[in-house]
């Protein structure tokens, strides 16, 4: 939470989707699908040559960004390591992050950090926006989710 922004809805909140999905989106749709090209972080190849991965806090989480100064980065479940083969891309994508910064108004100089976690559960895709200090709560994000999805069930085949 980031009271001095309560003002701001949208940072304080959870918002997102809950989509029905084709067999054949659900095998192609998942954490990674808005992470650029994740080989080149795993591999610090291009445009990532100079990549870093920083541990978040308690959790086993690590965020990795292609440099110190680069706006957007991708939560994983394993530390990179380019001499291993890297796992696929919804294996270990948690979320994907933004780096924005507010220049005008009453929040001027603020910076956000939302993260957009994408997974499917139950056959249904969730799509979901949280600050990134909140991430390595997604598991209780997603099991309250999957509880909604469940309590939808039950109340709709009655």
């Known amino acids: 939470m980031f009271p001095s922004l309560d003002a701001i809805r949208s940072v304080n909140s959870l918002s997102g989707f809950v989509g029905?999905?084709?067999?054949?989106?659900s095998l192609r749709l998942g954490p990674a699908m808005r992470a650029r090209d994740l080989s080149d972080e795993w591999y610090k190849t291009d445009r990532c040559a100079h990549s870093i991965s920083v541990p978040m806090g308690r959790s086993n989480l690590v965020e990795v960004k292609c440099s110190a100064v680069d706006n957007y980065s991708n939560v994983l479940n394993v530390?990179?390591?380019?001499?291993?083969?890297?796992?696929?891309?919804n294996s270990i994508v948690i979320a994907s992050c933004n780096e924005d910064h507010i220049p005008v108004g009453p929040f001027?100089?603020?910076?956000?950090?939302?993260?957009?976690?994408v997974v499917i559960r139950q056959g249904f895709m969730l799509d979901y926006q949280i600050q990134r200090d909140n991430v390595p709560l997604y598991s209780d994000i997603d099991s309250f989710l999957?509880?909604?999805?469940?309590?939808w069930r039950r109340n709709c085949s009655r």
């Open 20 to 25: 029905f999905l084709s067999v054949a989106d």
């Open 79 to 89: 530390t990179p390591d380019g001499a291993r083969p890297m796992p696929t891309p």
């Open 108 to 117: 001027a100089g603020a910076t956000l950090h939302p993260c957009r976690r």
């Open 146 to 151: 999957v509880g909604k999805i469940e309590e």
